[in-house]
């Protein structure tokens, strides 16, 4: 299968790319450095140097492709989230980007497009459990979102098969969020916003990346899948992640002072998400490797310790 690929550096592409060139695929990822392409010529895939947002390029970029996997994003940092500048980018790579790459699909007979979306879309739902069933919010910094899927959607409606996965909070040992998280932890607040018995739907880097490749197996038909360990409240995530670092147990901020951090982006980091993942589990036979963020947190902590971070 030859296997073109967006994000491939990334904190999860990483793991989905190596797997495929490990499994004897022809993968072709996108690096924007020099260092970047090091490393992927050194795990069996092609570097590949392409302007996400030009037309031509991104058309020859996925000539020859079977598959193409969208996995690029630009984060910015905690402390610029209420920045609406500072999210451009990662806007332009789920609106610009995903388009042209749907084009590039349908114009070469790509049979599969597997993007990544998010599962903070979703309204809140206190203690129930969400589905893909349960109809995203329109908010307008969550409209990106929505473009992408409705990418994905129009790549289906004209003969392919495209497949979006809906990840929960990303954390892992090489993931920026753990340093932004340790940085507020120390100073004996969580840093998780939200009212104590919300819920909070997560998954390890690893087990995404694991999810990429099971989406691509045949029992995986086109459509929305939720990719979620097993959601925890925001209390248990604060009590997890101070015992995964061994820092004492940390008080959660006021909900005032959370409201004010999170004012460009609604209430969506404060909703209660009990976000449900069953439908994948059972279309991809695929199961998380670390259930939930008790465990992970302590995977994290002990890799990054190991290496001396």
Partial sequence: MN??????????????????????????????????????????VEPVTVDLFDPGAVKDA??????????????????????????????????????????????????????????FCYPDRDAEWIDESVPFVDEEWLHAVIDLEREVTRFTEHGG??????????????????????????RGIAPFLGAPDAYLSSIHTDDASSAVIASLA??????????????????????????????KRLRLAPRVVQRVATRKSGDALLRSQRVSSAKFRAAANWQPAFADVTVGFADVARRREERGA
């Fill in 3 to 44: 296997v073109f690929v967006t994000g491939a550096t990334g904190v999860f592409g990483r793991g989905a790319v190596v797997s495929l060139a490990e499994s004897g695929h022809h993968v072709r990822g996108v690096a924007r450095t020099p260092e970047k392409a090091a490393w992927l010529r050194e795990h069996g």
């Fill in 62 to 119: 996925v000539a020859g492709s079977d598959t193409v996997l969208h996995l690029a994003t630009s984060i910015p940092p905690l402390k610029k989230f209420r920045s609406t500048n500072a999210w451009e980018t990662n806007n332009r790579l789920r609106t610009v980007t995903t388009r042209l790459l749907v084009d590039a699909a349908l114009d070469h007979g790509v049979g599969t497009l597997v993007a990544e979306s998010i599962t």
């Fill in 161 to 186: 098969r495209g497949i979006a996965l809906r990840f929960g909070f990303f954390y892992g040992p090489e993931a920026r969020s753990i340093d932004e998280l340790l940085g507020i932890a120390r």
């Fill in 218 to 247: 045949p029992t995986v038909r086109a459509g929305a899948y939720n990719v979620c360990d097993e959601p925890v409240t925001r209390r248990g995530a604060a009590d997890a992640f101070a015992a995964a670092f061994g820092i």
